[in-house]
């Protein structure tokens, strides 16, 4: 006898809102190991964080170092299987264009004042790549996740996004892996009570298109976030909410990587790092790339701290933006289920 369990497993998170009914669990968190911290950051303190290896070497506190991406070269596997022209929308990169604005003068990163937090340089950054992103109407782009869920790490995930920020819209068109492949999400805030609509492929297109509301456990159950919060403007919001965090304890060190490449594009690389696990800090390891052009992180990757000494550092989250377009002026009509590109049911 098959278990509800196998055939959860192998069917498209779409169609688990039927399969999942017959045995509802909850999806569960991460959870991060360590006592409290002790003491807020003190400028006057020394770093208590002994000089960091060389970039793209990880080592733990009194243990052999553990290789770590590199953080200077990123390139993504590539989805496979995806013809524009074939399966999915007629030409999901075809999209309204305006004129270009003049580019900004790079990556601009202060060094830290004396007894100024390490982080503050870079919130400062965050802050004004966030005033950027918040006045472009919309954007176009391929995102490239994987996401620690509970103990397990998802297989990676590529979807091609549209994104209005008003009124907020997200149209996602998963290109791989294969089992996801060619299923379609659209979100409106303001329509459809609230819900999203969304729409399987295969044998499973059988149910049409399905209206599920973004928060529910149905639509969450392996995923870190919901639909709602996607996108570089939440991001970059909840980059700076973490930082600001952070600013308000030692242990804390930061180093700066320029030259980073992703995709073949210039970006610099900030790494943060958290040497101790305290309840405090969300990850021990991140790495925030900003490229160089459109000063606007691309790419994030936290990790947790290492199971054991020795051990590498556990990957929890890791999102890349490519193909970023900001010269995008959608219509509703991108939002649409009705849109005659689109394959809603």
Not at 198 to 203: C, E, I, Q, R
Not at 245 to 254: L, M
Not at 259 to 273: D, F, M, Q, W
Request: glycine letters at 8%.
């Amino acid at each position: 006898m098959i278990s509800c369990d196998s055939l959860r497993r192998g069917l498209s998170p779409v169609v688990a809102v039927f399969a999942l009914l017959l045995s509802p669990v909850a999806a569960q968190g991460p959870i991060y190991p360590g006592p409290s911290s002790t003491g807020r950051y003190q400028p006057s303190a020394p770093n208590r964080y002994a000089p960091a290896p060389a970039p793209g070497r990880y080592a733990a506190p009194g243990s052999v170092g553990r290789a770590a991406p590199a953080p200077n070269r990123y390139n993504p596997p590539a989805p496979g299987g995806y013809n524009p022209a074939g399966r999915g929308p007629r030409a999901p990169q075809r999209v309204a264009h305006q004129p270009r604005r003049p580019a900004p003068a790079g990556v601009q990163l202060r060094t830290a004042r004396p007894g100024e937090h390490p982080l503050m340089p870079a919130i400062d950054l965050a802050r004004a790549g966030l005033a950027r992103i918040e006045q472009v109407p919309g954007y176009s782009a391929v995102l490239v996740k994987r996401e620690l869920i509970g103990e397990e790490l998802s297989d990676t995930e590529y979807m091609f996004l549209k994104i209005r920020h008003k009124p907020f819209s997200v149209y996602m068109y998963f290109l791989g892996p294969e089992k996801l492949k060619g299923q379609e999400v659209i979100y409106v805030e303001g329509q459809n009570d609230g819900n999203m609509w969304a729409h399987s492929t295969g044998l499973e297109s059988m149910f049409g298109t399905v209206s599920i509301a973004p928060n529910s456990w149905i639509a969450m159950r392996g995923q870190r976030y919901p639909t709602t919060e996607i996108g570089i403007l939440t991001l970059t919001r909840r980059l700076i909410e973490l930082a600001g965090k952070d600013a308000q304890y030692g242990e804390c060190k930061v180093n700066v990587y320029r030259g980073a490449k992703i995709n073949n594009r210039l970006c610099t690389c900030i790494e943060v790092i958290h040497p101790v696990p305290r309840r405090n800090f969300h990850f021990h390891l991140a790495r925030i790339f900003v490229d160089d052009e459109l000063v606007v992180p691309v790419r994030y990757v936290a990790y947790g701290w290492p199971k054991k000494p020795g051990d590498p550092p556990v990957l929890m989250e890791e999102y890349t933006y490519l193909n970023l377009n900001l010269n995008c002026r959608f219509t509703d009509a991108d939002f649409d289920p009705k849109n005659p590109n689109y394959r809603f049911p």
